[in-house]
């Protein structure tokens, strides 16, 4: 079987960066001296690389489209388009395409059937793929032809995909055991942690960060049977959930950990609504840091995540294998920061 050539390997041969026998390669002309171009066009030819990888690209008959699918079966089936979240992320990340010259094709699924369909129909040169839970990281892997990049995606205990994909987080259990303790700072013995979903279903992020909770109450010596609760799935169940929890006194709690600024920011208006003050009465804390924890009343308690940085850390990463340059590392973790607010009380 004959060597498929790569960037790495041209970029050798002929003395230029990697950077630049990409950009002869994507077409980006400009930024490459005449002699270069020649020099890099001559060994492309010699290799047959047009044959082997790029023959599309370098007619320039390459799609340049970059798909974002976002797997959200749930928010499909409600019909939820409120999530700041999703909306920042997208911007973000459409921003730092659109920087490379490519287009950016937002998708948001219900599995990852349509997934790899949208993706395969749009021929897509490369996917940042988020809402991908732990089991279908193997399908992923099996099936996946195109450069990707996972957000977020957790290994499942029964099996090994470490060093198989490519992925950019957060370190959700630490910043979960962050807040935790900073809860238990706070005077907080009575904590509980609220994410949509039984408890038994969750999986990701909201397993990760209950992992992190849990963590932070054993190593205090806290109960943590009635601790983690589950939400009705769909929010327009949320509401009477939460009016049944307010008439119970919160089942003790004096302070609740929601896995998202959306639940939290939502339960804040609804606990106020019902006479409860916050923070005299209740705590409550959220997780991301987005538009909502900014604008609540009382300014919200949460985790701040900087979706700038993970657009930005994602759309490197998923270049680099399009240009097959490099990759030293291929689970990129970013760090989350507290931010305190007016939505916790000092006990």
């Known amino acids: 079987m004959k060597h498929m050539v790569s960037i790495k390997e041209i970029a050798k041969y002929t003395g230029a960066s990697p950077t630049t026998v990409s ?31 790029a023959g599309r690209i370098l007619a320039n008959n390459g799609s340049r489209i970059i ?66 839970q732990p089991n279908e990281l193997v399908a992923w892997h099996q099936y996946l032809n195109t450069p990707a990049v ?26 979960a055991k962050k ?10 013995s009575d904590i509980a942690f609220l994410s949509r979903g039984t408890v038994n279903s969750w999986q990701g992020v909201d397993a990760i960060r209950r992992d992190g909770v849990i963590a932070a109450l054993k190593q205090h010596h806290l109960p943590i049977e009635t601790a983690i609760i589950g939400l009705p799935v769909f929010m327009t169940e949320f509401d009477e959930w939460l009016v049944q929890f307010i008439k119970q006194k919160f089942n003790g709690k004096s302070a609740l950990f929601f896995s998202s600024d959306l639940l939290a920011s939502y339960a804040l208006s609804r606990i106020q609504s019902a ?39 994602a759309i490197n990463l998923l270049f680099k ?9 291929n689970n990129i973790l970013i760090e989350g920061k507290l931010l305190e607010r007016d939505s916790v009380k000092y006990n």
């Open 23 to 53: 950009n002869v390669i994507h077409g980006r002309t400009n930024k490459v001296s005449k002699e270069k171009f020649k020099q890099i066009q001559a060994a492309l030819e010699k290799f047959n690389y047009s044959e082997q990888m």
């Open 150 to 175: 996972f957000l977020d995606a957790f290994e499942d205990q029964a099996s090994d995909m470490r060093g198989k994909i490519k992925n950019v987080g957060l370190d959700d259990r630490a910043e």
């Open 275 to 313: 006479g409860v003050r916050i923070p005299d009465d209740i705590s409550v804390v959220g997780f991301d840091g987005n538009i909502l924890s900014q604008v609540s009343f009382p300014k919200l308690t949460t985790i701040f995540q900087d979706l700038n940085l993970k657009a930005d850390q």
């Open 179 to 188: 807040m935790t303790e900073f809860l238990i700072d706070a005077g907080h």
């Open 67 to 132: 798909g974002f699918i976002i797997q959200d079966n749930v928010g499909l089936e409600s019909r939820e388009f409120s999530n700041p979240y999703i909306g920042e992320l997208t911007q973000a990340i459409e921003y730092y395409v659109r920087q490379r010259g490519y287009y950016l094709i937002y998708h948001r699924s219900k599995s990852f059937d349509e997934s790899l369909r949208v993706m395969q129909s749009w021929q897509m040169e490369g996917v940042v793929l988020s809402g991908v």
């Open 321 to 329: 294998q399009i240009n097959q340059e490099e990759i030293l590392e």
